[in-house]
C-alpha cells in the first residue's frame, strides 16, 4: 500500500471519531525541508466543516494517528500544517517490495481498455524536418510511452502532408532546374533534395515578381502572376485530374522524402505503428457533411457551401465544405478522426501533437466531433506546444535558413564532443566507444532540454548550455547513473539479501521518500500529457542521489549491512533514471 492509501482512511477515521465530521478528501503534500516529517497534511481545507484552531485540530489528529497507525512514529504542527514522521519500517518493508520490479512504476496494459492513439510529427513533403518537428516528434513520442506506461494501449501515427502547391513547387522547381538530380547522384538525402528544389522555387518566384513589378505591375497582381506559380498551380489541377506524368514524378520526389525523414525518425529515436497521407485522405469527411446536414447539425449558404455555426458555443461560424463541394482541412480532419476509429476500433481517445498556432482549429474540431454524436470525442486532447528558438533568431523555411534537424542532431554529438574533450572525462575509450558516446551524451543534451520545460511554453534552446555536466541537463544525469554503474561493477559482494531492522539515515530516507513517488509521477504526467514531470522528477531523484553520495560512504561503509542497503538504494537509483529517461526516449551509458 502507497502512503497515502495508509493515511487517507485513518485521517477520515480520526476526523470522524474527534469531531463528528464524514469527510472524504484530505490536501496531502509533501513536507517542506526545513522541518521535520516525511507527509503533511493540510488543516486549513478542514475549517469549512470542522470549526476550532487549526494547531489545535492538526495536534488532536496527530496524535490519533500516533495512537493507531502503526507506520506514524511521530508528528509536529506548524501553523495549519500537520507534519507527520513515517516509520523507517513502512520504507524498507516498501523497499523490499520495489527494489528488485525492473518495470516499478509502469502500469500493465489493461486488455479490455480503450486504446489512445498518438498523432505526432506530420511534416509537408516539400523540405526536411526542422527544429520545431523536433520537438513535436519528442513531445509526441513521449507522452505515448508515458500513457503506455500509466497503463494504456497506445497507437503512435502521423499524416504526412504529401499534397498540394507545396510539393508542387519543388516538383516544377527539379523538372526546371534539376538536370534529373536524385539522392543517389547528388549525395543528399532525399528530403534535403526535394527542399533544395522547393529553396530554388522561391527564389526563381522573387525574381519573376521583380520582373513584373519593373514592367509596371502591382506588386500584389505580380505574386499571382509569376509564370512559375501559374505552372505549379497547373501541376496541382494535373494531379488532382490524376495525370500520369505528374502522379509518377509526385510519387518518386515523395518517396525520396518519405526515405530521408525515415533516416531522421531513426536517428532520432521515434517511431510509428501507422502512417495516413493526406493523398488518400483529403475527400474523407465529405460523406460527414451529409450527415450532419440531416441531422441539423450543419446549414447549406444560398451558394451551395455547408457551415457550422458556433456563435452559441463562444466560437464562429465554420466552414466544412466550399461552394464547389471541395473539402476544407476541418472537414479533412473529421473524416480522418472518424477513419481512424474504424481502423482501430479499440481507440477512445486520440492526442494531437501540433503547434499552438492551432489551438482555435482543434478548438472547433473537437466540438464538431463532439455534436456529431461520437462517443470517444470527451477523450481527445490537442498538445499544443510553443515555438522553439534558437539565440540567433527565429526560423524561415522559405529563405533556406531553417534549422535542419539533421544538422542540429549532428551539431549536438559535435558539441557533447567538444565539451567531454575539454573536461577530459573519456580517458581509455576507443574512438568507436568515443563516437558512440558523443551521440548519448549529444542526443540526450538535446531531448532533456526540450522535454523538461512545460509543453505550452516557448523555448529558447542554447545548445552549449544544454550539454553541461552539472545542473538541470541530460549530461549531468547521464553522468550520475554512469557514477552508479560504476559503484556497481565495483561491488565484489552479494548485495541481493534482504535488509531486516536496518535504521534508516537521513539521506537514505530522503531517496526512499522520492523513489516512493515514482509511480504517481508517471500517472500525474500522463493525465497532464507532460513529459516535464517525468524529467524534472529524474533531476531532483539524481540531486538527492549525489547528496547521498556525498554524505555517506556506500562501497566504503564498515558496516556489511549498510554497505548492501546503500548499494541496494544505488541500484535502484540507476533502474528509475533509466526507466524515466526510456520514456523521454534517452539512452543512459553505462561509462562516462
Given at each position: 500500500?502507497?502512503?497515502?492509501?495508509?493515511?487517507?482512511?485513518?485521517?477520515?477515521?480520526?476526523?470522524?471519531?474527534?469531531?463528528?465530521?464524514?469527510?472524504?478528501?484530505?490536501?496531502?503534500?509533501?513536507?517542506?525541508?526545513?522541518?521535520?516529517?516525511?507527509?503533511?497534511?493540510?488543516?486549513?481545507?478542514?475549517?469549512k466543516q470542522v470549526k476550532g484552531n487549526p494547531v489545535q485540530i492538526g495536534n488532536a489528529i496527530g496524535e490519533y494517528l500516533a495512537t493507531n497507525v502503526a507506520e506514524v512514529k511521530a508528528f509536529n504542527v506548524v501553523a495549519g500544517f500537520l507534519n507527520i514522521v513515517i516509520a523507517d519500517d513502512f520504507y524498507l518493508d516498501f523497499f523490499a517490495s520495489a527494489k528488485d520490479d525492473a518495470k516499478y512504476g509502469f502500469v500493465p496494459a489493461k486488455e479490455d481498455g480503450k486504446a489512445v492513439m498518438v498523432e505526432y510529427s506530420s511534416p509537408n513533403t516539400n523540405k526536411p524536418l526542422h527544429l520545431g518537428h523536433v520537438r513535436n516528434n519528442l513531445l509526441g513520442y513521449s507522452v505515448a510511452e508515458i500513457l503506455k506506461a500509466a497503463g494504456n494501449k497506445v497507437y503512435k501515427t502521423q499524416i504526412i502532408n504529401d499534397r498540394g502547391i507545396h510539393i508542387c513547387k519543388s516538383m516544377i522547381a527539379w523538372q526546371k532546374f534539376g538536370n534529373g538530380e536524385t539522392p543517389e547522384t547528388s549525395g543528399l538525402k532525399g528530403d534535403k533534395l526535394v527542399g533544395k528544389y522547393y529553396v530554388e522555387f522561391d527564389k526563381e518566384y522573387k525574381k519573376q515578381i521583380e520582373t513584373l513589378v519593373s514592367d509596371g505591375k502591382i506588386e500584389e497582381e505580380a505574386k499571382k502572376q509569376a509564370p512559375i506559380l501559374i505552372e505549379a498551380q497547373e501541376m496541382l489541377r494535373d494531379w488532382e485530374a490524376g495525370k500520369l506524368e505528374v502522379i509518377a514524378l509526385w510519387e518518386k520526389m515523395n518517396q525520396w522524402v518519405y526515405d530521408g525523414f525515415g533516416q531522421t525518425y531513426e536517428k532520432l529515436g521515434v517511431d510509428f505503428d501507422k502512417y495516413y497521407y493526406e493523398s488518400d485522405t483529403y475527400l474523407l469527411g465529405k460523406e460527414v457533411v451529409q450527415l450532419g446536414l440531416e441531422k441539423g447539425i450543419f446549414e447549406q449558404d444560398p451558394d451551395g457551401s455547408v457551415w457550422i455555426d458556433l456563435t452559441e458555443d463562444g466560437l464562429d461560424r465554420k466552414i466544412v465544405l466550399r461552394s464547389d463541394g471541395t473539402a476544407v482541412y476541418m472537414t479533412q480532419d473529421i473524416g480522418t478522426a472518424i477513419q481512424r476509429v474504424k481502423d482501430f476500433p479499440d481507440v477512445g481517445g486520440m492526442v494531437y501533437t501540433v503547434g499552438n498556432e492551432q489551438d482555435y482549429h482543434f478548438k472547433v474540431l473537437f466540438l464538431i466531433l463532439k455534436k456529431l454524436g461520437f462517443d470517444w470525442t470527451d477523450n481527445l486532447f490537442h498538445l499544443s506546444y510553443g515555438m522553439v528558438d534558437l539565440p540567433s533568431g527565429k526560423m524561415k523555411s522559405r529563405e533556406g535558413t531553417v534549422v535542419d534537424a539533421d544538422d542540429l542532431m549532428d551539431d549536438m554529438t559535435e558539441t557533447a564532443q567538444k565539451i567531454s574533450e575539454e573536461l577530459g572525462k573519456l580517458d581509455g575509450y576507443s574512438d568507436e566507444e568515443k563516437q558512440k558516446l558523443y551521440t548519448t551524451i549529444g542526443l540526450g543534451a538535446l531531448k532533456y532540454y526540450i522535454l523538461k520545460v512545460d509543453p505550452k511554453k516557448r523555448i529558447l534552446f542554447n545548445p552549449e548550455e544544454s550539454v553541461d555536466f552539472a545542473g538541470n541537463t541530460g549530461p549531468f544525469i547521464q553522468y550520475t547513473y554512469a557514477r552508479i554503474r560504476s559503484i556497481l561493477r565495483k561491488a565484489d559482494f552479494d548485495f541481493s539479501s534482504d535488509v531486516n531492522g536496518y535504521a534508516l539515515h537521513e539521506k537514505e530516507k530522503g531517496l526512499l521518500k522520492l523513489i516512493a513517488t515514482f509511480p504517481n509521477v508517471i500517472q500525474e504526467a500522463a493525465k497532464n500529457h507532460s513529459p516535464a514531470l517525468v524529467a524534472n522528477f529524474t533531476y531532483e531523484l539524481v540531486k538527492e542521489y549525489n547528496s547521498f553520495y556525498q554524505s555517506v560512504p556506500i562501497l566504503g561503509a564498515e558496516n556489511q549491512t549498510e554497505k548492501i542497503f546503500r548499494t541496494q538504494l544505488s541500484k535502484k537509483v540507476a533502474d528509475i533514471i533509466e526507466s524515466s529517461f526510456s520514456l523521454l526516449g534517452i539512452d543512459v551509458p553505462e561509462r562516462m
Open positions: 500500500m502507497t502512503l497515502h492509501e495508509i493515511l487517507l482512511p485513518a485521517v477520515q477515521k480520526a476526523v470522524s471519531t474527534l469531531y463528528g465530521a464524514a469527510v472524504e478528501q484530505f490536501e496531502f503534500q509533501a513536507t517542506r525541508r526545513d522541518f521535520e516529517g516525511d507527509i503533511t497534511l493540510v488543516i486549513f481545507p478542514l475549517l
